[in-house]
């Protein structure tokens, strides 16, 4: 009876956890670690690695050297895997080292600002607000996290989002954000968006070739769209993407994308196209694939990119975009007061989604979140934003553009810098709590005034929040059923309120 005793004690013992022993970073504000590192590492992974070194100066006042190899102490150890899929990375500690690395070329890097903000708490909420927790000694222990961002294309279109170092930090990889080579890049557009005058000029061609251009009316027009169904268009369109990829070759997605107006080809080709899709997207994506395919011939590793918006947005009944096409679905006459799946109004732009999501997954979409009409009007789109951020991943959708407020120099759209950040980090997570974002951000960034601006936020969404039917618009007016008389002088004794609460204070 002793002997199995013994052996169910031993037993019990052997199933105890033993919890590794902490890396120990900085003690008492002393550097206890080293920083490792290649030299001959990419610039991006040499980056992190000085982000990684400045950051845990500013939390204790201690500097870890940067070395080529690894001692017998404790260390940060930071590389590429190339095994790793692009922009993914890992954080584990094992021994006496914490291993960041990453794939790709921004990999490694973003396995740095993953370590400082989701294992330090370390944030940088705008360009000018930054938070670094004080601690005299840093030591961390069983890590083992893995992350891959929910979209390959993030981009937070806010004059304030582009700055490069906000950007690179906060992980989001977009076209107008100024990523330097240093930083791992971007993708890059070429050119952006509203294409077909790019490719068709109307002062080189109209003269001489009118059938190069929309027939609208029974009349040829310049200013319009292009005819899809001219074989001299798809060749000459073909030429100049070509150029452009000779003239470009560090962009990574061609925009081969309708001009910003209406006005679509009537000719009886065109309009046989239509017949048989049921759409105008039918046209358009035909087209589209065409110049892909003869482009996918030579350069394997570009990607062509086209809309769905306006007259476009309904997907096509025959038409399947290649795989090297990105169908950029913007939803333009949505309700941005809720979600596409939580509003009366949106029933077509969701219907949209979910067809194009049956016929692809390599979709992106370009959608919007603040007021085109006056930037500095309030648009009540967090929830809007908390709610569709997620839907957009469930629905396939692989790369997300968010458009506010550009004006140069920034402070030129309402709460540019909250929505900003909150959509940067809800295109890297989307199970991220928006809520918890907004209140964190709020708080951080307003100090004493937060409470006030917390009440003004809530205040400005409680029309479209306690009534479902209530239109949240990018051009609204100021008479907008959300704007009453009774919720803007709340708002102005709130703003009062908080005034008299920052006085003093930097916020």
Known sequence: MMRLLMGAVCLSLLAVPVLAEPVILVKDGAPKAEIVVAKDAPPPVQLGAREVQTALREMSGATLPIVGKRGKGPSIVIKTDRKMAEEALSIRTTGKIVEIKGGGKRGAMYGCFAFLEDVLGVRWYNTRVSHYPAKKTIEVADLNIRQKPAFEYREPFWTEAFDGTWASRNRTNGHHQRLTEEMGGR??????????????????????????????????????????????????????????????????????????????????????????????????????????????????????????????????????????????????????????????????????????????????????????????????????IAADIPLFHKHGVVGLFYEGGYAPGGGGAEMAELKGWMTAKLMWDTTLSAPALISEYVNAVYGPAAPMIQQWLDLIHSGPRTDKSMPVRIYDPPTAPYLSDAVLDKGIELFNTASKAASGNAV
């Open 187 to 384: 993708l890059i557009y070429q050119p952006f968006v509203h294409t077909f005058n790019n490719l068709i000029p109307p002062d080189k061609y109209f003269a001489e070739h009118p059938e190069y251009f929309s027939m609208v009316g029974g009349k040829r027009v310049p200013d319009k769209q292009i005819c899809l169904t001219n074989p001299d268009v798809l060749r000459i369109s073909i030429e100049q993407v070509r150029k452009w990829i000779r003239n470009h070759p560090d962009a990574t997605i061609f925009s081969v994308s309708q001009n910003d107006t209406y006005g679509p080809c009537e000719c009886p080709s065109c309009q046989a196209v239509k017949a048989q899709e049921e759409a105008e997207s039918g046209v358009v994506l035909r087209f589209v694939n065409a110049v892909a395919k003869e482009i996918g011939m030579d350069n394997p590793g570009v990607l062509i990119d086209t809309l769905a918006y306006q007259y476009t947005e309904k997907p096509p009944k025959l038409a399947r975009p290649l795989k090297n096409v990105r169908i950029r679905i913007a939803p333009i006459s949505a309700c941005f007061g809720h979600g596409l799946d939580a509003c009366d109004l949106n029933k077509d732009a969701l219907a949209n989604l979910q067809t194009w999501h049956r016929i692809t997954d390599q979709l992106y979409v370009w959608h919007y979140c603040t007021n085109f009409a006056n930037y500095l009007q309030p648009l009540p789109c967090l929830d809007e």
